[in-house]
């Protein structure tokens, strides 16, 4: 089969794109990158989705860090390689996954992209109907740390440490989230991903 028809990375080959983005940009995003892909696992089989394609749209979600210290401008590379790749399920993870609001000026961090990059995003993300694969990684991202799984609380404290801004609103939709899966999962997620093994810190 063709890289074209399969449109997901395998588990090694997904492995080994974080490697190569880790020598070019190295950094705790990607211990961040493998705790989220094992919590999408974990949750994501719980959830009846493909266990495969979770763990390789949580090794990849961040994948555009592979540029360089950037902040908004991670999404936007992210989502371009992999769609360059021939990987478009994985590119709009790497949309979707900073956006619990669906839409771009939630985002708490520096918009390093030009104007025209950042409408070209908004058009995207303005045409998705988010499913649970897009959710289910905007749960692990935000509730997974460099060094462990977090509880969500502590993992939104941490952003906002480190970010100018994190609206109420998409802290409300993120922590809402948790209750999503857990409904769905009918497990307390956090025992589902680390069998509540939490750190508290990044
Ligand atoms: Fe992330």
Not at 7 to 26: D, I, T, V
Not at 67 to 84: D, I, P, R, T
Request: hydrophobic share 35%; charged share 30%; aromatic share 8%.
């Amino acid at each position: 089969m063709r890289k074209s028809e399969k449109r997901l990375p395998s588990r090694n080959e997904a492995e080994q794109l974080l490697e190569e983005g880790l020598l070019k940009n190295p950094g705790r995003w990607g211990d961040h990158s493998r705790n989220a892909a094992h919590c999408a696992e974990k949750i994501g089989e719980a959830s009846g989705l493909d266990k495969d394609r979770c763990y390789v749209s949580g090794l990849l979600h961040d994948i555009g860090r592979s540029v360089g210290n950037v902040q908004l401008a991670h999404v936007y590379h992210g989502w371009k390689m992999m769609n360059a790749m021939g990987y478009p399920l994985i590119g709009r993870i790497c949309l979707t996954h900073s956006f619990a609001m669906q839409e771009i000026d939630g985002y708490g961090g520096a918009f390093d992209l030009a104007e025209e990059e950042i409408e070209e995003m908004k058009r995207e993300l303005g045409h998705l109907v988010y499913d649970d694969y897009d959710r289910l990684i905007q749960l692990c991202d935000n509730i997974s740390g460099a060094s462990g799984i977090m509880r969500m609380e502590d993992r939104i404290a941490d952003i906002q440490s480190r970010y100018p801004r994190y609206p109420e609103e998409k802290k409300i939709i993120t922590l809402r989230l948790v209750d999503y899966f857990s409904r769905k999962t009918g497990a307390d997620i956090y025992d589902l991903a680390c069998g509540g093994n939490l750190v508290d810190h990044y």
